[in-house]
């Protein structure tokens, strides 16, 4: 009997060598896989999954409505291998995805964010170095978690100012041209870096014991920053509670860009291609979300279109 978790491997192995990223699902499918080798399970059924959710704690239906597309995903790969394997169907869980609106950050609270991060302990006090050049490296180009602790000392050129994103979320790789000042705050990064934990190519950023932070390191740190500044309230037992999360200042970061643009009268229809391409977005549809999910954004988008209208009608 092959147990689930072992097929899980060779799944996620599978997506990601096509290019998917899958490390918030991968983690989501690893929790399903353990509960299905707790109860002995060698292959997934709709009660399976009933009883995960049961097993599992407290969510919304939208929450559970997303795990059901992650199961299913796998399920529906598993039945190549297990005639037995049940798809649970999509109506499951009566639920509908929705994007959560961004928390948009004022300069104010990032400048706080990448300070703070900077005072975290450690034993040789990379930690500090390595968040606090990471979440402002995040800020100013608007780069996904994974994208950013994904570099390698290659990809950062800070003679030309290019970041190349290799780690992509569509798989296609794209260049980033950073401004000055950001390559200064990358060279003195890698310059400490370096004199903690010696020369030698490999990850650009690194953690104490030298290994490449992951996903979850990122998180948590950024979780304890934003408790410890007050945006959001201290939890027991290192729980991350809720509030404005990492991902943010990747919105931040697209909004107040397109803000821009209208504040200085730019053409956004022209601009927003070199945005979503600047972005990695598959679709200019990703991008222009960004006008409907802030008001005070969708507020100069519609003040824009008025006065089109009416020099169009006065014309």
Known sequence: MTALSQ?????????????????????????????????GADHITVG?????????????????SARLSMVRGFAGWLQGYDARTEVPPPGLIAGKLRRTR???YSGA???????????????YGLRGWTCSTLFGLIAVTGLRINEAIGLDDDDVDLGEGVITIRRAKSGKARF???APSCVAKLRAYHVERTRLLGAGPGAFFRMDDGKRPTDCTVRYNFAQV?????????????????????HDLRHTFAVMTIMRWYRSDADPDREMIKLSTYLGHSEPDNTYWYIEAVPELLQLASER????LARGASA
């Not at 997506?15 to 490390?23: D, E, F, I, V």
């Not at 706080?112 to 450690?122: D, E, G, K, M």
Request: aromatic share 12%; hydrophobic share 40%.
């Open 305 to 308: 279109a008025e006065r089109s």
């Open 176 to 178: 980033l041209p950073v």
């Open 48 to 64: 399976l999954f009933l009883r995960w959710k049961d097993a599992f704690g407290a969510a919304n239906n939208n929450t559970w």
């Open 102 to 104: 961004p928390y948009i």
């Open 226 to 246: 934003s408790q410890d500044i007050g945006l959001r309230q201290t939890e027991r037992f290192r729980r991350h509670g809720r509030g404005p999360r990492i």
């Open 109 to 123: 609270e990032v400048s706080t964010i990448v300070a703070r991060a900077a005072r975290l302990p450690s034993r």
């Open 7 to 39: 097929r899980l491997d060779k799944y996620l192995s599978v997506r990601r060598s096509l290019g998917y990223n899958l490390s918030f699902a991968g983690r989501v499918l690893r929790g399903f896989a353990a509960f299905a080798d707790r109860e």
